[in-house]
């Protein structure tokens, strides 16, 4: 099982960028984005879990965020909007079959991509 993020870039603040993430393999019951910033810990950006029955997402990406799945190609999406400086970092996408409680924490998920920088400029 293979998960490969692209996408990321330079972009000005407000810009929008979509990260990709193809996922080879197998299919699991849940999909995410995670983050790490410079000198922070790896932070929950969103997910889509399919048994679950909803989206996830943090309260600082919500409604400029959006997580998706297109379920032919196997391939995770996050569109990203009115970018900030702070949404400057690393992204992961990552795959697992979490129980609800975990499906925001990284334990929750056993394969990661390598990650894709995102850089936000002022």
């Known amino acids: 099982v293979q998960l490969q993020a692209s996408g990321g870039g330079l972009v000005q603040a407000g810009a929008s960028l979509r990260l990709t993430c193809a996922v080879s393999?197998?299919?699991?019951?849940?999909y995410a984005w995670f983050r790490q910033a410079p000198g922070k810990e790896r932070e929950f950006v969103a997910a889509?879990?399919?048994?679950?029955?909803?989206?996830y997402y943090t309260d600082s990406v919500k409604g400029r965020f959006t997580i998706s799945r297109d379920n032919a190609k196997n391939t995770l999406y996050l569109e990203m909007n009115s970018l900030k400086p702070e949404d400057t970092a690393v992204y992961y996408c990552?795959?697992?079959?979490?129980?609800?409680?975990?499906?925001?924490?990284?334990?929750?998920?056993?394969?990661w991509g390598q990650g894709t920088l995102v850089t936000v400029s002022s």
């Open positions: 990552a795959a697992g079959n979490p129980i609800l409680t975990y499906v925001s924490a990284s334990e929750g998920y056993t394969t």
């Open positions: 889509l879990c399919r048994s679950c029955g909803g989206n």
């Open positions: 393999g197998r299919t699991f019951r849940s």
